[in-house]
């Protein structure tokens, strides 16, 4: 069984604080692993894929197998980095199907 | 720019109506899944299709939810009849599997959902 767990619902950060959104998985085999956003009463927006070892909006991921993690950081946070963050995994044994964590909802002060 | 569409945005109804979800995934895409959120549980995958066959509609309650995708440009969600616990927003995301089950590179939208109130 595949399962993503983001132990924080809710995360508050200030302006210019690094921030990182935890995210740990268990699945059997080589998962691809997401970072999906979600800004207010908008469409969920993919943010990241590990695969392509991308830096978005100043976001950076990195898969650690031996901790069957994979954290969204950032460095300096901004006030409109301020939404939902779902971390999602898909795996071949699954039939590609996206499991998604439970969300963290992030919240930059000014 | 290619986007996954939904209908109707909003939809208020009264309960025991019958309600019909309408989504167009992306021209080419050969995955669509249907997600239900809520404050409580947050995304909960419903059902998906491959090439439009049903792979999972395990998440679905069979006695009252169907999905169909009709054709390669339409998929459908019918709840009958709803229930004040359907209130939620519905999405719809299509995605690019290729061969070996991995995801096509930055080939997975959603569409902006539909936000269900049963009364």
């Known amino acids: 069984a595949q399962r993503v767990t983001q132990p924080e619902k809710l995360l508050s950060v200030f302006k210019g604080a690094p921030v990182e959104l935890k995210c740990n998985y268990s699945?059997?085999?080589?998962?691809?692993l997401f970072w999906y956003v979600q800004y207010s009463r908008q469409r969920l927006q993919l943010l990241l894929r590990?695969?392509s070892r991308e830096s978005i909006k100043g976001f950076t991921a990195d898969l650690n197998k031996g901790e069957t993690s994979f954290h969204l950081k950032k460095p300096f946070a901004q006030e409109e980095d301020s939404a939902m963050y779902y971390c999602a995994l898909s795996g071949k044994t699954s039939g590609s199907r996206l499991t998604f964590g439970e969300g963290t909802q992030l919240t930059v002060n000014p | 720019d290619a986007r996954v569409t939904q209908t109707p945005r909003h939809k208020v109804t009264e309960m025991g109506q019958e309600v019909t979800m309408r989504c167009q995934p992306i021209l080419g895409h050969n995955t669509v899944f249907w997600y239900r959120q809520t404050m409580m549980q947050g995304l909960e995958l419903l059902a998906y299709?491959?090439?439009?066959?049903?792979?999972?509609d395990s998440g679905m309650p069979k006695d009252r939810f169907s999905a169909e995708m009709p054709d390669a440009t339409l998929a459908t969600l019918k709840i009958q009849p709803s229930e004040p616990r359907d209130s939620a927003v519905y999405f719809c995301a299509s995605g690019l599997v290729l061969a070996g089950g991995r995801w096509g590179y930055n080939e997975q939208f959603f569409g902006p959902g539909t936000r269900l109130t049963v009364l």
């Open positions: 590990h695969i």
């Open positions: 299709f491959r090439n439009r066959a049903p792979l999972d």
């Open positions: 699945y059997s085999g080589s998962p691809e």
